[in-house]
């Protein structure tokens, strides 16, 4: 079976490289490059999914030739897949335990709660005054969730625990963009970034995925 991470620069993609060197599972890179206009994912990526989004793995069966395997989208849902399948059961704390329901609110709050009010800041940017009457209610919904997050993390400097686990992974994006916007702001978070990108695997992953906003 091969693993292949069909992967967008600049991207939450990069987590999941992180994830798969975090666990030791050898994989494969596709990558494909931002339009430099408009920022977006290229055409090409529609050919794996039609939505053309990336994160995608594709889980390739040692009889099937590449671009012809399983192809799973989403981040939350891929993160689990790999740890289910792939020796990641080490970053997922154990089924019927608190701490394991504390990890599937956080890996969705990472792609729901958390990606609404970045998401729209991002295209607000885009529109300059126009943005200005809804502006501060975004702003306020993005200050709400840096601060909670902020307030979420344990004397570890974990979300869960005293180890690393795949909620840290997939909150570390949320995470960056809050340090990005001021660290005095967000402590917690700024010392939680820094000391994920210390990680080995980690910076394995930077290296293998390119370049990734300012980091």
């Known amino acids: 079976m091969h693993l292949i991470v069909h992967h967008l620069n600049n991207s939450r993609s990069q987590r999941i490289l992180w994830l798969l060197e975090e666990i ?13 206009a408009t920022n977006l994912a290229p055409a090409e990526l529609k050919a794996i999914h039609p939505l053309g989004k990336s994160p995608l793995l594709e889980v390739v069966d040692d009889m099937a030739a590449a671009g012809h395997g399983r ?8 993160a689990e897949y790999l740890c289910e399948h792939h020796d990641g059961q080490a970053l997922v704390p154990a089924r019927g335990t608190d701490d394991h329901i504390r990890h599937l609110e956080l890996i969705h709050f990472a792609e729901g709660s958390a990606m609404t009010p970045i998401i729209l800041n991002l295209y607000l940017g885009r529109l300059g005054d ?5 502006k501060p209610r975004i702003d306020e919904q993005l200050d709400a969730h840096f601060r909670y997050l902020d307030g979420e993390l344990n004397d570890a400097g974990n979300f869960i625990g005293d180890r690393l686990s795949v909620a840290d992974i997939m909150l570390s ?6 340090a990005m916007g001021g660290a005095g702001r967000y402590p917690r978070l ?13 910076q394995a ?8 906003f300012v980091f």
Request: cysteine-free; overall charge positive.
């Open 130 to 134: 126009a943005a200005a009457p809804v």
């Open 71 to 78: 192809v799973i989208q989403e981040s939350g849902a891929i």
């Open 173 to 178: 994006f949320p995470a960056e963009v809050a």
């Open 24 to 36: 030791g599972a050898p994989y494969a890179i596709r990558h494909y490059q931002r339009d430099a």
């Open 205 to 212: 992953a930077r290296a293998k995925g390119g370049a990734y």
């Open 190 to 202: 700024a010392a939680f970034v820094a000391a994920m990108h210390a990680r080995p695997a980690w």
